[in-house]
């Protein structure tokens, strides 16, 4: 059984900045990784997501403010936020595909005066 953990998420006010992490129970190397989110009313969104160390792709609406990362050795991926917006509020979600989607339980990320 395949468990992902994220942690990092909390309140932050625009223009600040949160870094997310998730811990996953198996191996990850070669494992294709995502961060999704999902704001209340709306659909859960793809962020960005990592193949490798050096293959990565951004939604749109990241622009340059979001860094994904992972560190295969130690089984975790890293969501470096910056420059935070009231729009980036949601849950964020750690997904990895391995025959199937195993997915976090989400943390909660606020941006908010």
């Known amino acids: 059984q395949v468990q992902l953990v994220e942690s990092g998420g909390g309140l932050v006010q625009p223009g600040g900045s949160l870094r997310l992490s998730c811990a996953a129970s198996i191996d990850i190397t070669g494992k294709n990784m995502l961060w999704f989110r999902q704001a209340p009313g709306k659909h859960r969104e793809m962020v960005a997501s990592?193949?490798?160390?050096?293959?990565?792709n951004y939604a749109d609406f990241v622009e340059v403010r979001f860094t994904i990362s992972r560190d295969n050795a130690k089984n975790m991926m890293y969501l470096q936020m910056n420059d935070l917006k009231p729009e980036d509020t949601a849950v964020y979600y750690c997904?990895?595909?391995?025959?199937?989607?195993?997915w976090g339980q989400g943390a909660q990320v606020t941006v908010s005066s």
């Open positions: 990592i193949v490798s160390s050096w293959v990565s």
């Open positions: 997904n990895l595909y391995w025959g199937l989607d195993f």
